[in-house]
């Protein structure tokens, strides 16, 4: 038992799923979500071009590639660890990036399941007919992600982009 009513494990976690080239907005709500509960930011990227194969008992993933593109997903990580570096700068929040793989709404909800993560953050589609398409195909994470697990989903809207001053009511 602890003297702080709300005091919270340090293993917490407020997962942000980005992409490369993502609007920096998702990056910086996610980040203040993570600091008002005291957690970790785990930055996620999802490649989709590698699937799950099988799980070892002990947890150790076999993947198979869907395409020779193993230098495009190094670099759209790297790209990835270096927006959030750039964007977060100066923040105080503790970070780290990785890469899972698959189904990008399965693979949230899995890393989520691993590190008990307090909440799920994840941006709104680009605009465009390429983006259309695809959220026709596949449907939109977000959504997928508010049906498929019990955990919070923030849906960050790419459109306007928050004032630099604005503060949630809480602050």
Known sequence: ????????????????????????RVLREAARYAALAHAELVVAHVDTTRFVAFEDPDGYVHSSTVDVAGAAAKAALDEVRHQTAETLAGDEVEWSVRQVIGDPALALIH????????????????????ESLREFLTGSVAARLSHRQ???VLVVPLGEPAAADDRLPWE
């Open 1 to 24: 038992m602890t003297d702080q009513p709300h005091a919270r494990a340090t293993s917490t976690a407020v997962i942000v799923g980005v992409v490369p080239r993502q609007s920096p």
């Open 111 to 130: 890393l989520a399941d691993e590190l008990d993560a307090l909440l799920l953050v994840v941006g709104t589609r680009k605009r465009g007919l390429g």
């Open 150 to 152: 019990r955990r919070p």
